[in-house]
Structures are given as structure tokens and as C-alpha cells.
């Protein structure tokens, strides 16, 4: 069972959709809300999904139990306000970006990471976001996947767990390679058959 945190964004569910194209089950969401980390684990997930959300990675403390209680045992993928709540998690500090993005499409390059298997090593996203992960601050065990142009770090992931986060949103339509990135991390989850990337 794939487990998709919903933080009440209206893009929650575009990634749902992307989800269980690429899984070919239905994905269960749990609203911000109602998360009980009793309760999740219960359902024995395959994957956790942290959707994306309005805030900062502070004004969700559950979101840290359930990093807790999950880092070493299930694959997570963060999206958006889940890639800062990741880098928040493991030291890393969330500051004012220099300027809001709001439906703005950036270039990103990444560098060696399996969620960005089989993909061009530039390619275009689109960024909802006035906060980001200051670069000075992230460090082991996460290693920075992505940046944009001027630097910003745009992907991360743990150096010995399955465990990602993006800033943009790979589920915007006018991000590329959305689906590659979902079925990427769903490969390396084990939830859906491939070659581990």
C-alpha cells in the first residue's frame, strides 16, 4: 500500500493521479489532520508520499513523528513543502527564498540519483514556492540530486536510504518527465516491477 500525506494543497491530488498511473493501485490518503502514526503504521505502508502544502515544515510537527518513525523502514518521497520538511528533518534550514515563484517553470540539472534514471540531464520543471532549503546548511546524510540555475537546491535524497524530496512539482503538466520521476521512486521502492535504478 502506497500512503500519500495529504497537506491540503490543490495539488495533492495530481499527484495521486500520477501515483497510481504508474503503481496501478489505489493510493490511500490520510488528511494532514487525521495522521496517527499508530494508524499508519497499521497499514504497513510500502511507500509514504508527503504531499505538497501551504507553510513551512514547522507548522506540521506531526510530519516530524512520522519521519521518525518511518525513515528506516519505508521509502518517502516529499514534494514541495515534504522535500523541506526532509531537509528540516536532517539538519537542514528552510529560508525565505529571494524571491516567490508561483507557476513559474525553471531548468534543473541533477546529478547521479535514481530517481532521474533514463532522463536528460537538463530538463524543465514547474515551482510553487517562497521557501527553500538554504545549500550552506544541507549536509550528510543527505547529498543535494538537483539544482537550478542560480543554484537552488531543487532535489535531494539520503545517502543510504530510499528516501527523496523535490521542491517543484513533478506532477504540474508542464513539468517533464513527471511520470519517470513517480515510476523511478516506485522502482527503487520495490512497489512496482523494473530493473532498481
Known sequence: ????????DSF???????LETESGQQIHVVDIEDVNVQQLQQLNPEAIVISPGPGAPNDYP?????????????????????????????????????????????TIEHHESCLFSGLPTRFNV?????????IKTIRSPLKITAQNEEGMVMAIEHQYRPIYGVQYHPESILSEYGHAQFRNFLVKAGVVNGCEV
Open 1 to 8: 500500500m502506497i500512503v500519500m500525506i495529504d497537506n491540503k
Open 12 to 18: 495533492t491530488y495530481n499527484v495521486v493521479d500520477y
Open 62 to 106: 506531526i510530519l516530524y513523528e512520522v519521519m521518525q518513525t518511518f525513515e528506516s523502514t519505508v521509502p518517502m518521497l516529499g514534494v514541495c513543502l515534504g522535500f523541506q520538511l526532509i531537509v528540516a528533518y536532517y539538519g537542514g534550514d528552510i529560508i525565505k527564498a529571494p524571491y516567490p515563484v508561483h507557476g513559474h517553470t525553471t
Open 126 to 134: 514547474m515551482r510553487y514556492h517562497s521557501l527553500i532549503a538554504d
